[in-house]
């Protein structure tokens, strides 16, 4: 019996919509793509497709692809003109066109929309390296290049081109069997090298091969292709969680009690130097911590292509798409939390407009804090499964049709132990006894003193304590607390295109129809609730047996950057290996099973979010060829009209209050079960699109395009729950609980296009080509607030307890700051422990820490008395426009027969909204991210059998985010440049060799906020290198 599915649901659908259609790629009915070896050949393909598409196209062939030095799509496109990527462990991953980032770009297989899922971790990313799920674009770095015929950027928009793409539609095209009549092959095989590889195979494999026959009447075909990589690496890195801004004399983020009249005089009064003016902007960072990070990935591709043409009339073609990519990182930090109040004892400030600490000292007294290293685990897989099928039908020879079905499923699954994604098992030495912090140059670093002994005088006959050696070392190493995360992305999409063309003297008709069903569910899991050890404090130094926790110099780690007097001691461990002593440890019997390994709790997702959208289209694009005057001309003028229906569903926990752990540690508390709420909503666009060329000479070639595009908001934006419940310390000193929501009632962008070019085509491989375009864009996605509350959370920090713990501190002469206030409301909560009262605070949060389980009163939760809690809510509305404009600049010539040849090409991006560095952090701004400058210079040499390029790519400065941690502030990638090279010989017409190095400078990426001394984040990368071997017949 026939069952019936989405996919055979949707192809009746379209069916009965329309009998007539058109291919989706109209410009593929007049051009003849002939793919040959050899970079001058390869390179004069895909100038021709340049040349001979309506409208602005730029392509790269299979042989492009393979003979440019890249591990993967996104690398390659890299080289296209207006088109920049973002590296993730020094690897491409997303593309950004024309100022456009991923999630404004569509990505088509052999003109099929594809899905996008991207999660990773999903927890402690401070630096950025985890992602939450919540994506449109598609990741390259799934992809292998080896497997792709050609790739076409196409930067105008066309009535038949499915909708989604704002800066571009990239479109793959993989090879077809019928296309190539008889058996042919190809095998390679690559050894790589990566300089930055630690703890993994110092070479790698890389292993490729296509297989592709058709009978000699082209009836039948198959072709299978498949390709295996694996990659170890490291890298050495540095972060800042936080750049905290604020006005001098109004804020007093130092907690130094900041006089508003007299910005000089201060409680305990530290030494500030280089005061900011009054009402200046001042910046203190929330810490500095070194991370290194080994990882393994393993990429599998695969794709099967069976061809039936029983006649001159009819192609039948089924296809299969696998991908596959496996990560598994372990990754460990040095962390200096930067601390506030009386342990502030000096602070040197810079000159800059937000004027940024180029030194803080600290000093605890009679006390300590814990230098910490947090170890971490991470896996996450990759999948992508498509399958579809394709019909062309010449039903007459000036009428032909094509129908197109596929169902193709993209997968981003936390594989670590029990369904986890990230494990978190943060440690600390309790040793320190002041430190101090450098913030001037690229790489911030610190200098400490330790005393090893103060926390074992502190606790005499306590079970585990400091060693009191003298030295920083394994047996001063305490557990803190014992976290876990998953994030997970599941996009699935279902399209039916029934397509025709009716051909005409000199031009043609194309009309058809579309119906395309996404979904997208995003979920995550995080136990807010940490699993309390050691406790923050870091109370039981000495617990872990000798060898689990190794030495390991982090600061050495550093190639490129100056880490000035910052002292080489760190450790290294396996943090399922902690996990798994700690759970099973008598000291923490009493602890949920789940927060260990086996994470029993994991279909309890904290957020759960699913966004469907149904679509329908019907586009007519009528295209003629021509004369004006005395030149000839072709116009492409088409009309797409589009409908959808979102519906978006989105699983709602109630929260019932924020736990109170320590002076800056609130966390939220899941309560009752989490039930679905859903919302509907619907619209449509009408896209109408014009290419028109003039064909001044028979090589110099003037375009002007016009087009209306949409890009649809982001999945997160669209979801109907809220959270991200947070505060940062108690409201009545000022704090503000924050949280966040969505609306699915967002529209997508719309954005109205203007291409100008004139291309001149001055020999067979060469051409000089500029363009100038334009596009205005409105309803972009800027953001509200508001203040409301939600579940009835009540606030413990601003009741009757907060306010006696207050007035007891003040009595007392004590600063009222978080820790002490938190420290105080346990006292006063606890009579049998502290049965003096007030009188028994000493000033030092350690003596509650020191409690650990035994401190029934440490988490402090809200009662009936506590006033509501009121969250400034920020949610995203479409409420901005903006208009983007550049210039691009290409040429491409070979040097007649000499071998030599040289591609260059320039792209100035610039817009009409910017981020105001100097604006307060309580305003919201919007400012159009991505947008940069981009270059690309590539030396090129082919004859007597050696190939080589030798590949230069720059991109600038540019704003990453505008809101980073909901704190309104910014953050800028610098600019980067990197250099690449590929070198082959062909021993045989059958047999190759080649090497390849990537990045061969070891550039880095560096990430910061209102001003360069702001680092956020830093990468120190390294060059990879490839040596192999290819054979073909």
Request: charged share 20%; with cysteine.
């Amino acid at each position: 019996m026939f069952k019936k599915n989405k996919l055979s649901t949707a192809v009746v659908g379209v069916l009965a919509t329309s009998a007539i259609a058109a291919p989706t790629f109209a410009q593929d009915q007049a051009i003849e793509e002939v793919f040959v070896t050899g970079i001058r050949a390869s390179m004069e393909a895909a100038m021709d497709v340049k040349r001979n598409s309506a409208g602005v196209v730029d392509a790269i062939s299979a042989e492009d692809i393979g003979k440019f030095p890249d591990t993967n799509l996104a690398e390659s496109l890299q080289r296209i003109t207006g088109v920049s990527i973002k590296r993730t462990n020094g690897e491409g991953s997303e593309i950004t066109v024309r100022g456009f980032g991923p999630d404004f770009n569509m990505v088509t297989l052999n003109g099929r929309t594809m899905p996008g899922a991207i999660a990773y971790g999903g927890g402690s990313g401070a630096d950025g390296t985890t992602r939450g799920g919540s994506a449109r674009a598609f990741d390259f770095s799934n992809l292998a290049s080896e497997a792709v015929r050609g790739v076409e950027v196409f930067k105008t928009g066309k009535a038949s081109i499915a909708t989604g793409g704002i800066g571009a539609t990239v479109n793959i095209k993989t090879s077809r069997p019928l296309d190539d009549p008889g058996l042919s092959a190809s095998v390679g095989v690559k050894a790589v090298h990566d300089t930055t590889n630690r703890v993994g195979d110092d070479i790698t494999p890389e292993l490729s091969g296509v297989v592709s026959w058709a009978d000699d009447d082209a009836m039948f075909g198959a072709s299978l292709s498949a390709s295996y990589q694996k990659r170890d690496s490291g890298y050495t890195g540095a972060t800042v969680n936080q750049w905290n801004i604020g006005v001098w004399g109004q804020d007093d983020l130092y907690q130094r009690d900041i006089s508003p009249d007299d910005p000089g005089t201060h409680v305990n009064d530290p030494i500030f130097e280089n005061t900011p003016e009054l009402g200046q902007l001042y910046a203190r960072p929330n810490d500095i911590r070194y991370a290194f990070s080994d990882t393994s990935r393993e990429r599998t591709n695969a794709q099967l292509t069976l061809q039936f043409a029983p006649n001159e009339k009819i192609t039948g073609t089924l296809d299969y798409t696998f991908a596959e990519n496996g990560i598994e990182e372990n990754r460990g930090e040095v962390t200096n939390w930067v601390q506030n109040g009386g342990n502030v004892a000096r602070v040197v400030f810079d000159d800059s407009d937000v004027a940024t600490p180029l030194i803080i000292t600290e000093d605890y007294a009679d006390g300590w804090r814990d230098q910490g290293y947090e170890q971490q685990y991470r896996k996450q897989k990759n999948s992508l499964d498509s399958v579809g099928i394709n019909i062309e039908y010449q039903m007459l020879d000036n009428l032909s049709f094509v129908l197109d079905a596929h169902d193709s499923t993209m997968e981003s699954l936390p594989d670590g132990p029990g369904g986890i994604g990230e494990l978190s098992v943060a440690l600390g030495a309790p040793v320190k006894t002041g430190k101090t912090l450098y913030f001037g140059g690229d790489l911030p670093y610190w200098t400490h003193q330790i005393d090893d002994c103060r926390h074992a005088d502190a606790n005499p006959g306590k079970e585990f304590v400091t060693n009191c050696n003298g030295v920083l070392d394994a047996g001063d190493i305490s557990s803190t607390v014992l976290r876990n995360w998953a994030a997970e992305q599941t996009s699935d999409i279902t399209q039916v295109k029934l397509d025709g063309t009716l051909e005409f003297d000199n031009g043609r008709f194309d009309f058809g129809v579309e119906s395309r069903d996404m979904s997208s569910n995003s979920s995550a899991y995080n136990s807010n609730n940490n699993q309390v050890l050691g406790g923050w404090g870091a109370d039981n130094p000495g617990e872990f047996p000798a060898g689990m926790i190794e030495p390991f110099d982090v600061v050495g780690e550093f190639d490129d950057f100056d880490t000035g007097d910052a002292p080489h001691v760190g450790f290294r461990a396996d943090a399922r290996e902690l996990a798994e002593f700690l759970v099973s440890s008598p000291t923490y019997a009493e602890y949920d099973p789940f927060i260990g390994l086996n994470n029993d709790g994991r279909n309890t997702r904290n957020v759960n979010n699913t966004v469907e959208e149904e679509t329908t289209a019907i586009y007519f694009q009528f295209a003629q060829s021509g004369t004006l005057g005395d030149f000839e001309t072709n116009t492409l003028l088409g009309l797409r009209y589009e409908t959808t229906d979102m519906t978006s569903t989105s699983n709602v926990q109630p929260v019932g209050y924020l736990n109170w752990a320590s002076d800056d540690d609130f966390g939220p508390v899941n309560v009752g079960v989490a039930t679905p709420e859903t919302e509907t909503a619907s619209y449509d666009n009408l896209l109408p699109s014009l290419d028109f060329d003039i064909s001044f000479l028979d090589n110099l070639i003037g375009r002007f395009s016009f087009s209306k595009t949409i890009a649809r908001p982001g999945f997160s934006d669209l979801a109907v729950a809220a959270g991200n419940f947070g505060l940062s310390g108690a409201t009545s000193a000022g704090a503000v609980p924050s949280a966040s929501r969505s609306n699915p009632n967002l529209l997508p962008l719309e954005s109205t296009n203007y291409d100008l070019s004139l291309e001149w085509y001055f020999a067979d491989s060469s051409y000089l080509s500029g363009g100038f375009w334009e596009k205005r864009v409105i309803n972009f996605v800027g953001t509200a607030q508001e203040d409301r509350n939600y579940f009835g959370i009540r606030d413990q920090t601003a009741g009757p307890r907060a306010q006696a713990a207050a007035e007891a501190l003040a009595s007392q002469g004590f600063l009222v700051d978080n820790a002490n206030l938190h420290t105080m409301m346990v006292i006063l909560a606890d009579p049998a422990t502290f049965p003096n009262g007030a009188a028994d605070f000493t000033g030092m949060q350690s003596q509650i820490s020191a409690l650990g389980e035994g401190c029934a009163e440490c988490d402090i939760q809200p009662n009936d008395d506590d006033p509501l809690m009121i969250f400034r809510t920020s949610y995203p509305v479409n409420n901005r426009e903006a208009k983007i404009h550049g210039f691009e600049l290409a040429v491409q010539h070979f040097f007649g027969e000499t071998g030599f040849g040289v591609m260059a090409n320039y792209t100035f991006v610039d817009g009409d909204v910017e981020f105001d560095n100097l604006a307060p952090p309580t305003e919201q701004q919007f400012a159009l991210l991505g947008l940069s400058d981009t270059a690309n210079l590539v030396l090129m040499y082919e004859n007597y059998g050696v190939q080589a390029r030798l590949a230069y790519n720059w991109r600038d400065e540019y704003l990453n985010r505008t809101n980073y941690q909901s704190s309104n502030n910014p953050t800028y990638i610098e600019a980067y440049s990197q250099i690449d090279m590929n070198v082959s010989y062909d021993i045989t017409d059958s047999i190759s060799v080649f090497f390849e190095g990537i990045n061969l400078t070891g550039a880095d990426n560096r990430e910061f906020a209102r001003n360069e001394k702001q680092m956020y984040y830093l990468e120190d990368l390294g060059p990879r290198y490839a040596l192999g071997a290819r054979y073909s017949f």
